[in-house]
């Protein structure tokens, strides 16, 4: 496994840059400083990452128009002329409703548990797992009054969801090194602890490499990709998410196989 693990971090490297942020999601809460600003478009961000990334940065950079550019005033502050406004967007699958429920889901947490971070923490302590945070983040946003159609767009990996988008808000919010591209804002959630985020891109080029072989896109395959990334770096497994992602990228230039990766560096 040494060859794959230099092959990937080496891609690790030539993808996790500043240079990467201008055409990821990510973009958006690189707009902000303060903190619940950054929190908070990238959560919404995050949950509609789905589909084309230009779409996807487009949509988000609406979505903070609509929100006058400071997300966690508006979700604090807004007032009915602002939300009859706001109820107005969508993309794709999230509608008015569901966005406005995720409002007053959102104000909850800040006004009354402590913001995104001190929930995911809570369920990280609780379990001493991702899979906690992410399921303390879900339950804490459905005490809020809600759609039945609004849970779609929370993930639950205890009921097998690979949780490929919130997985991603995580890793910008807890991981972060000298690149500048991951935030690395929560200090008491550990890196070591981030699983990586799993898609159907994603699984595909995990298998190509030999990463994966659950067929299924599901939590089992974000385990045992993971385990198998922290193979290489038990501190900071869901850094090769860079890699994975930048092999995707480039599907149509190089033969990604296992034999082509081993003649690339002998």
């Known amino acids: 496994m040494k060859y794959l693990k230099e092959f990937l971090e080496d891609q690790v490297i030539f993808y996790n840059n500043f240079s990467f942020i201008e055409l ?16 908070l478009a990238g959560f919404l961000t995050a949950l509609i990452s789905w589909g084309n990334r230009i779409a996807i940065i487009k949509s988000a950079q609406q979505l903070m128009e609509l929100m006058d550019f400071s997300p966690f005033e508006f979700i604090i502050n807004a ?14 699958t999230l ?54 159609r609004s849970e779609k767009h929370l993930a639950n990996p205890a009921k097998g969801s690979a949780a490929k988008r919130i997985n ?42 030999g990463l994966l072989t659950r067929k299924q896109n599901d939590w089992k395959a974000v385990e045992e990709l993971t385990a198998n990334l922290k193979s290489f770096d038990v501190k900071d497994p869901v850094k090769y998410d860079f890699a994975i992602f930048g092999i995707g990228v480039n599907k149509n230039k190089f033969n990604y196989s296992r034999k082509a990766i081993f003649e690339l560096f002998y």
């Open 168 to 209: 991603m808000f995580l890793r910008w919010m807890v991981r972060g090194d000298d690149k500048g591209v991951d935030f690395g804002l929560w200090r008491n959630i550990p890196p070591a602890a981030l699983m990586c985020p799993l898609d159907v891109h994603s699984g595909r080029v995990a298998r190509q490499l």
């Open 95 to 148: 509608n008015g409703d569901d966005l406005l429920f995720l409002i007053f889901a959102l104000r909850n947490i800040y006004q009354k548990k402590g913001g995104l971070e001190k929930v995911a923490e809570k369920g990280f302590k609780k379990q001493g797992t991702i899979k906690g945070a992410i399921a303390n983040i879900r339950e804490t946003l459905l005490d809020t009054q809600h759609l039945a």
């Open 79 to 92: 007032e009915e002329k602002d939300l009859r406004l706001i109820s107005k967007y969508y993309y794709r």
């Open 24 to 39: 990821d999601p990510i973009s958006i809460p690189h707009l902000f400083k303060k903190k619940e600003d950054i929190e």
